[in-house]
Each structure stands twice: as structure tokens, then as C-alpha cells.
């Protein structure tokens, strides 16, 4: 009897064990199962020893790698570089447009709509402002006196007619006041008026030419940030909108994204482009974007050039040098367009005269005249340096570029 006692406790005793070590094991298997693919981290707790660092526990090595099974989570391996985009040789042609751009970091260029022509008079708001309010008042005075001359010269400087070219025309007033020629303000105004019309026509007009044997070619020349660059995107959009086969060629290949924005602008208009490599030879880039558009049937090229350092003697041989390239056949230069800002009033006629004598310019274009712009300063290049104005800018928008009208622009001022 007490042998079959001792034989069921054994029993017993074997079977609580047995449940003991089973129940764990099955818990683990369920949670196991439970979890989701891959390798999930676990949290070790604060009295294992998988919570300390790699070196810390006996015979690891400083750096072991924390992706051993159930001992931490995996590292992710380094992602692989991009390699550099390999940079054409100066004076290569592209075999199309590119777009040399960060991931994520500059939106391709969208294609613009119909051209819209705004008109200049309503942008010219700063200057028509201030020189109709000293007509109106000269128009409301009883007699021409010297307190009148007073104002009117106020006006004309305050407007950036500029000092030479105010004085010419008021001595001219005085002389025929004085003769009787003239009486009272409102014929004072209306001669001023015709002066300026007069003083803003030249022998060839405003319009630009194009050489219909040969492959034109602008120069767009000017100062960095005067808009030159934004100003030729305008031009191959008005130029493409009328009909001709325009490539554009990214001539200043010193300034940092000089290239990048020209290329945007040739997405934009659905133009071609020729480029170089930063840094390359301008006049190199010039001579493949006149090859290929003599090769392609282009009408047109319109070339960038730098713009900085215009009173160096470097800078002006290298423009001197791109007219000559850009010359040769089959390629012609019919125009060298000095782009001006506006807004820097008479300081834009110093730079004139530096590239009028270096390459030659045949006409200005003139940005940023509507907002803060005073626009007597186109009197004062047509008239002290014989230099027709031929487009303005008067916006930011792609169609912001127009035509000037002299009889357009004199009303401006005065209506």
C-alpha cells in the first residue's frame, strides 16, 4: 500500500512539470506566430542582457553588427551614390535639351499658352503718374513763368530724362515762347509733347532685323542682373509665336545657372538650345547653335553672352570675339541688343557707351519699366546716344516684353 502511494506522487509530481515546461513553450509558439513577417525588433528589459551596448558583454568585439537574430534590429546598408552626370566638352551641341536638375528640387517647365499683349500704358502707372501731375498743373497756371519752368525742368529730371537732355529741350521751349511762337501752358505742353515724339524716331524704326539669306543672329549683351537672361526666354516666345524657327544658344556660360535657366525657358517656348560645359568657351557655343541652325533650317539664333565685369578689358575682347564667330557664314549678327534695367535710371547709360564701343549695339531693350521704373530714360538714350529702343519689358510675365512705340509711349506719359 504505501509502495502505491509513493508510486502515484511520482506520478503526480511528473505530470505538474511537465505542464510547467509545456505552457511557456506553447506561449511562445502562439506569440510567435502571431507576429508579423520580417525581422521585428525586440525591446530587451532593463535586467537582460541584450540591452547592452555591442562591447559591453564578455568576448564581444567593439562594432559587432546589431543584426544577429533576436539580439537587436538591422541596420540598413548605405544607399549607393548617384554618379555624376558627365559635362559636355566647351562648344559640344547637345544632341537634345536636358535638364541638369536636383531630384525634387526644380519642376519641370511648363509649356506656355497663346501669347498675350499687354498694354503699355497701363503699365506704365510711376511715370505717367508723376509727369502728368506737373502738366496738369502747368495747364491749369494763366501765363508761362519762371516758376513754371521751374516745375516743368523738376519734371522731366525727376522722370530720368537726365540733365543734357532736359536742358535741350526746355531752351528750345523758351527760345520759341519768347519769339511769340509759342502762348500760354497749354501750347508749351502740346510742343513738349512733339519734341519728345520727334526726339524718340529714328531712320530705321524700333523693329528688329532679320537677314533672310543667312542665319540671324542677336547678341544680347548687358550687365548680370539687368534680366538679360529672362529676356531673351520673352523674345524666342514672341519670335516662335510669329512664325520663325528660333534656337536659343547659352552663351554665358560663367554665370552659375545661367545655362539651367535659358534651358527652362527653351522647354517653356518649344524651342531648341545649344549648350556648353560651365566654364567653356562662349563663342564656341555660339558657332554650334549657328551650325545646327543652319543645319536644321532655324531662322533665328539668339545667343546669351556673360555679363559680368563690363569695364574689364577681358570681358570685352571675349564679346568682340563672339561677334566675329557669330559672324562668320553661314551665320549673320543683324542685331546686338544691350539689355538695360530701368530702374537704375542715367547709371544705365555709362553702360551703354562701354558696350556701345565694344561690339557695336544696334538697339536697347529695356526691362522693368512699369512699377517703380522711371521711363524718361528712354529719351535719353535715343537722344545722347543715338540708340533706338526697341523692346521694353514691363512685367514679369512671359508676355510682359513688348514692342516700343514711341507715339505709344509719349502718350503714356502724358494721358
Do not use: C
Not at 517647365?109 to 503718374?129: F, N, Q, S, Y
Amino acid at each position: 500500500m504505501l509502495v502505491l502511494w509513493i508510486v502515484i506522487a511520482v506520478l503526480v509530481a511528473a505530470l505538474l512539470v511537465g505542464l510547467v515546461v509545456t505552457v511557456p513553450r506553447r506561449t511562445a509558439a502562439r506569440r510567435a506566430k502571431q507576429a508579423p513577417s520580417g525581422a521585428e525588433a525586440v525591446t530587451p528589459r532593463p535586467d537582460d542582457d541584450r540591452a547592452s551596448p555591442p562591447g559591453s558583454r564578455p568576448g564581444e568585439p567593439d562594432g559587432a553588427a546589431t543584426g544577429s537574430a533576436g539580439t537587436g534590429t538591422l541596420e540598413a546598408e548605405p544607399a549607393l551614390e548617384a554618379e555624376p552626370a558627365l559635362e559636355a566638352e566647351p562648344g559640344a551641341v547637345d544632341a537634345a535639351p536636358t535638364v541638369d536638375s536636383a531630384p525634387g528640387t526644380v519642376e519641370p517647365a511648363a509649356v506656355l499658352g497663346p501669347p498675350k499683349t499687354p498694354e503699355l500704358r497701363d503699365r506704365m502707372g510711376k511715370t505717367r503718374g508723376l509727369l502728368a501731375g506737373y502738366v496738369r498743373s502747368l495747364r491749369a497756371r494763366s501765363s508761362v513763368d519762371e516758376s513754371a519752368w521751374e516745375d516743368l525742368e523738376e519734371a522731366l529730371l525727376r522722370a530720368d530724362v537726365g540733365v543734357a537732355t532736359t536742358t535741350v529741350l526746355l531752351d528750345d521751349l523758351r527760345g520759341r515762347v519768347r519769339s511769340g511762337d509759342l502762348r500760354g501752358p497749354d501750347a508749351v505742353v502740346d510742343a513738349l509733347r512733339a519734341d519728345l515724339r520727334q526726339s524718340l524716331e529714328t531712320d530705321d524704326g524700333t523693329g528688329l532685323a532679320v537677314e533672310p539669306e543667312a542665319t540671324s543672329v542677336w547678341l544680347f549683351v548687358g550687365v548680370n542682373g539687368v534680366g538679360k537672361t529672362t529676356t531673351i526666354g520673352k523674345v524666342a516666345r514672341r519670335e516662335a509665336a510669329s512664325g520663325r524657327s528660333v534656337i536659343l544658344a547659352a552663351g554665358d556660360t560663367f554665370r552659375a545657372a545661367a545655362g539651367e535657366q535659358l534651358e527652362r525657358w527653351a522647354e517653356r517656348t518649344g524651342v531648341d538650345i545649344v549648350r556648353g560645359a560651365e566654364g567653356g568657351d562662349p563663342s564656341a557655343v555660339v558657332f554650334d547653335a549657328v551650325q545646327r541652325a543652319a543645319a536644321r533650317g532655324h531662322d533665328l539664333v539668339l545667343a546669351d553672352t556673360a555679363g559680368r565685369l563690363h569695364t574689364k578689358v577681358n570681358l570685352v575682347e571675349e564679346l568682340k570675339k563672339i561677334r566675329r564667330v557669330a559672324d562668320r557664314a553661314p551665320g549673320r549678327v543683324t542685331e546686338v541688343l544691350l539689355v538695360l534695367d530701368a530702374t537704375t535710371g542715367q547709371n544705365g547709360l555709362t553702360q551703354a557707351r562701354q558696350f556701345l564701343e565694344a561690339v557695336g549695339v544696334t538697339g536697347v531693350v529695356l526691362t522693368k519699366l512699369d512699377g517703380t521704373a522711371k521711363g524718361g530714360i528712354v529719351v535719353a538714350i535715343q537722344r545722347e546716344l543715338g540708340l533706338p529702343v526697341k523692346l521694353v519689358g514691363i512685367g514679369e510675365g512671359p508676355d510682359d516684353l513688348v514692342a516700343f512705340e514711341p507715339d505709344e509711349f509719349v502718350d503714356a506719359l502724358f494721358d
